[in-house]
């Protein structure tokens, strides 16, 4: 009878979702210890700074423990489940004492014998990967080294000893706290291995933080010789009935500092128009009932979109990005259409790639498929990058207008406000007509104001003569 070893259990880690991220926020765990699970398995789910993503585990076996709880955010690169996979691709148990196993023939001198592949050495042949779709298998064998052999426990500790600077250091275990607080302790100068923590399972707080920050009053008489207290960051208190703090955390996060580096790297120019779209929503009822849009939703922002791509089509060097290390405009020939939505987690703009290309029934579609997966809360970190220009509407809050910020990598980005039925001049008289208002804001090192106006005059008159969409397509 065997007995389980701690060989057979393998910790997956958080992975990096997207692009160079540090963190993650456990959202939801799908399983519980003593679950049986498969090879693919999604196990969790997980909010970095651009999506909800769910991860699947690259194991077979039985969960043996989950390492933290739902709402923790955890480092990119830290366990967070155990899965014990004995008996299921875990390293074969060792033989009985009354059965050893006959030992290998001594090497040449010199030389170091041949180690075992990797699939030899996992006891399974299967290679864990970071996000989890499945395995890849290795057959890859190293070559014999030159030079004696080096025991890998020694090779091992001397490692960690150098990295370290001294042994001793080196099983020091790390402080349990969260990166806020990690980076609260930092700003404090507060070294964490010496805060006593008062959380759950031996966490840090920041209440700890503030805690050690606070200089701690010397006993008199104070000797001249000693050296006065640098002052310390005040403790910032706040009062727990009448107010909430929400963390900046996930989207929310990513969102701020994109905004702010946008606003204050690009310098911004917004222009306004205010508009007639009667006839375009005539259009939108029209369209509605036709034929070839079944299936698709038919409204005012499919048409609004369809106006952007056939200005851009019309003045081509709005749709660019800035360069900044090689000082170059980049002119995109392609119309990546964002989308700006707002979902429970924050706003998020989705782009519908080589919105260009797209006939009217398929642009339709893709914005339908664009809203609902926002909505979930499904949106992929691809659907969100590569961005070239895009649309927000504001109008959905019953806003006239604003002056958007740009979305990072951008030149342009326009504002829908409020449709509404207002007094307005037509043929010559005073009528009730349906009129909004629109925004474009660019970037005025790349956009200059005549292209900034055509761009906006063209997007105007489309809306309020929607024929030419077909003459100006």
Not at 119 to 146: H, I, N, W
Not at 356 to 385: I, N
Request: charged content about 20%; proline content about 10%; glycine content about 8%.
């Amino acid at each position: 009878m065997t007995t389980m070893t701690e060989a057979s259990v393998r910790e997956f880690r958080m992975p990096d979702v997207g692009e160079g991220l540090t963190e993650a926020e456990i959202l939801k765990w799908y399983v519980q210890p003593g679950d049986t699970v498969t090879d693919g398995q999604v196990v969790c789910e997980v909010e970095t700074a651009k999506a909800a993503v769910e991860l699947p585990i690259p194991y077979d076996g039985v969960v043996r423990d989950l390492h933290f709880p739902e709402g923790t955010t955890v480092d990119v690169g830290t366990p967070i489940i155990a899965v014990d996979v004995a008996g299921g691709g875990a390293a074969p148990a060792p033989a009985p004492a009354e059965a050893p196993a006959e030992a290998p023939a001594p090497a040449p001198a010199g030389t170091q014998p041949e180690e075992p592949a990797a699939s030899e050495a996992s006891g399974s042949g299967r290679q864990p990967v970071l996000v989890g779709y499945g395995v890849a298998a290795s057959s890859t064998k190293r070559r014999p080294r030159k030079g004696p052999e080096v025991p890998v426990q020694e090779a091992s500790a001397a490692i960690q000893t150098e990295v370290n600077g001294h042994g001793a250091a080196a099983a020091k275990p790390r402080p349990l706290a969260k990166p806020p607080v990690r980076k609260l302790a930092k700003d404090l100068g507060v070294d964490l291995t010496t805060v006593v923590p008062s959380g759950p399972d031996g966490i840090i707080t920041r209440e700890d933080v503030h805690a050690a920050a606070t200089p701690v009053p010397m006993p008199e008489p104070v000797l001249a010789a000693v050296a006065p207290v640098a002052p310390t960051a005040p403790v910032v208190t706040y009062d727990r009935a009448r107010e909430t703090r929400v963390p900046v955390k996930g989207v929310r996060k990513v969102t701020a500092a994109a905004m702010v580096g946008s606003a204050f790297t690009a310098p911004h120019v917004t222009e306004f128009v205010t508009v007639d779209v009667t006839r375009t929503l005539k259009l939108v009822e029209e369209l509605k009932q036709d034929k070839d849009m079944r299936g698709v939703r038919v409204n005012p922002l499919l048409l609004i979109a369809k106006a952007l791509l056939v200005a851009i089509k019309r003045n081509p060097d709005i749709n660019a990005s800035w360069d900044e290390a090689n000082q170059e405009i980049v002119v995109k020939h392609y119309v990546n259409l964002g989308i700006a939505a707002a979902t429970p987690r924050g706003l998020i703009v989705p782009n519908i790639k080589d919105a260009h290309d797209k006939t009217l029934p398929q642009l339709a579609e893709a914005l339908g498929e664009l809203v609902s997966t926002a909505r979930e809360g499904k949106t992929s970190p691809a659907d969100m990058q590569a961005g070239t220009v895009t649309i927000t509407n504001v109008g959905v809050f019953g806003v006239d207008t604003g002056t958007p910020i740009l979305n990072p990598g951008e030149s342009a980005i326009l504002a829908v406000g409020a449709i509404k039925l207002q007094p307005w001049v037509h043929k010559g008289k005073v009528k009730p007509r349906q009129v909004t208002t629109l925004a474009l804001s660019f970037d005025h090192r790349l956009v200059d104001g005549e292209l900034g106006s055509k761009v906006l005059a063209d997007v105007a008159a489309i809306l309020e003569q929607p024929k030419r969409l077909i003459t100006w397509a």
